[in-house]
């Protein structure tokens, strides 16, 4: 659980580096691999409630 909790930590960040650059200065490829990350926590955000619905049966 903690190791997927900084892989989620771990793209957010990522998120909001490309993003910024995205938006303030207009750089295309950042937008893209904002994207990219933003599917990336979808999938983490899915194994997390996965993990975390085992964990509150135990």
């Given at each position: 659980m903690k190791e997927?909790?900084?892989k989620i930590q771990t793209e957010?960040?990522?998120f909001n580096t490309e993003a910024q650059?995205?938006?303030e200065k207009g750089n295309k490829a950042?937008?893209?691999r904002a994207r990219k990350a933003a599917?990336?926590?979808s999938k983490?955000?899915?194994d997390f409630?996965?993990?975390s619905?085992?964990?509150s049966k135990k």
């Open positions: 997927l909790l900084e957010i960040e990522t650059a995205q938006v950042a937008g893209t599917l990336e926590i983490l955000m899915k409630r996965k993990v619905l085992e964990e």
